[in-house]
């Protein structure tokens, strides 16, 4: 199963495969519109060198054919061979782009992707569409880099000019038309040394594309890119398995296991059952006032009507009215002896609410969801729906039910270093087990973040409780004018929830370049966001007493689609 990127993700190429020889597809496409799809080889200071590592429709391979242009195929608008241990040492980056050839904006695209195909199975996508782009005219996809090992990462970065532009920007010269010396597209040309010939009988390398149209007594390759659409005949139907038996969906019920309500006790005839729980007693309207009784007094119960076919019970026993207690004199009903009519006597009652009517609105909050907020300051997340364990702040656990662990979670020597050194240390704990845990923390408002393979950076004092399948580690943030010269705050990625924790109710703002926080207010911000420290200190300031207390302010740039969030308090 291929691995979904969201722009700014890394990840290490072995991580995604264990092979070198990859295949790398680009569909692009909107309405009218021309792409010159690229592949820029730059070197330790990301510039184009060497001009021979311009891979593009009039230069479709490297010099050792380490990086290859095979042209549209697949479904892919474009497509490229990539071998990366042929790759020459001065060559440290691939950048895949794609630049407009003619009139149109990069915002006119349809849904696209990147994608890469190891081994006749794709093992990474980057998609993207043309609402994340404005007025640019091209657009960085994504980067092979290497950083000890080679690496991917999603891009998905606009840029303002053309194909000029961009081999300028790498450092590369714009040859004059008349200078250069068109050659055949690559679709035009024969097919590459690596691909099958027309019609033969052997399979085809795994990194490569399939054919077209593969001849029907061939059986379906093992190898290149999965196709749009199946081109072996259907299968045979096979007989329908066993139905299996369905796991109970446990989060679908309120924590509580037993029923709210006690179980009816059979009674004397004309007893009436309790009412549910929340629900009026008989006698009793929906706003908690007891009915009268024709002639009594507010709050006695009126009389029940007997079951059809049953005689009506006597008024009282004992020689008074029921409901009412004996005249002074007469003996009472003797202790444990039933009340005459199956029912007891009637309690006055007040003028207010019943108890359940008041709480029935406190009442948990099942959502069906491996984490469910129960209010805006208490979330509550559910071990038992796949047995994943939850790492949470020490002390933030407020209740739980059912059988749950909690044990001490160390980061490690090195951990502990880090965090004392840049101010994110997390004292966290690990929950495992069955059941549910409730979270909460000095009544601050709780937000959960679901991550899907994408990354955000978050403040290690605005943790509340992740998923443990979340990768976190400490990044810096550079600058200049500030303490220490740096600041740092902790990212997340990978598939899982995030329970980010603020004091008061936030506000989410998109990026642009005109972007700037506090950084004691800020609380997260996408991880594809640039960061930059913007400081207002200046000697001429401190030649005189008083600063206005604003000196260090976070400045966000990046494209559409990236965000800030900020709480209304100063940490």
Known sequence: ??????????????????????????????PGL????????????????????????????????????????????????????????HIQKLSFTAALDGAGQVSQIGPGYLRIVAGGEEVARYSFTGSEFSTERAVMLGD????????????????????DALLKNFGGEVAEEAEAAPEQPAAAQGAPGFAPPPGAAAPAPSFGAPAAAPVPSQPAPDFGPPQGAPQAP???????????????????????????????????????????????APGQDPYGQSQTAPGGFPGQQAPQAPPYGQPAPPPGGYGAPQGQPAPYGQPGPPPGAPYPGGQAPAVPQGGGPGLGV????????????????????????????????????????????????????????????????????????????????????????????????DAICVSAESVLAFDESLQHEVRRIEGHGIPGGALFTMQFQGTGTLVVKTQGTPVVLPVTPTTFADANAIVAWSAASQVIISSQVSLRRHAFPGHSGETVNLQFRGAPGNFIVVQPYEV
């Open 34 to 89: 021309t792409f010159d799809i690229s592949c820029f080889g730059l070197d330790a200071d990301e510039r184009l060198s060497d001009d021979r590592y311009f891979i593009f429709f009039n230069q479709p391979k490297s010099p050792e054919e380490s990086i290859q242009l095979l042209g549209a195929q697949a479904g892919d608008s474009e497509s490229f061979r990539v071998t990366l241990d042929k790759i020459p040492s």
């Open 234 to 280: 259907p299968a045979a139907p096979q007989p329908a398995p066993a139905p299996q038996p369905t796991a109970p969906q446990v989060h679908n019920a309120p924590t509580i296991a037993a029923p709210m309500a006690p179980p009816a006790v059979p009674g004397p005839p004309g007893q009436q059952p309790p009412a549910p729980y929340g629900q009026p």
């Open 144 to 163: 092979f880099y290497l950083k000890d090992v080679w690496r991917f990462a999603a891009v998905g970065q606009g840029f303002d000019g053309g194909l």
């Open 358 to 453: 008041v709480l029935d609105k406190y009442k948990e909050a099942p959502t069906g969801q491996r984490w469910a907020p129960q209010n805006s300051r208490l979330i509550r997340v559910d071990l038992g729906v796949d047995g994943q364990p939850v790492l949470a702040r020490q002390g933030s656990m407020v209740l739980y039910q059912g059988k749950v662990d909690f044990g001490y979670k160390g980061a490690g020597f090195r951990g502990r270093i880090v965090g004392n050194a840049t101010g994110q240390e997390m004292q966290l704990m690990r929950c495992t087990g069955q059941g549910q845990v409730f979270f909460a923390e000095n009544s601050a408002h709780v937000h959960p973040i679901e991550l899907q393979g």
């Open 1 to 30: 199963m291929a691995r979904e990127f969201q722009r700014g993700h890394k990840a290490k190429i072995g991580d995604l495969t264990a092979g070198t020889d990859l295949y790398v597809g680009v569909q692009i496409a909107g």
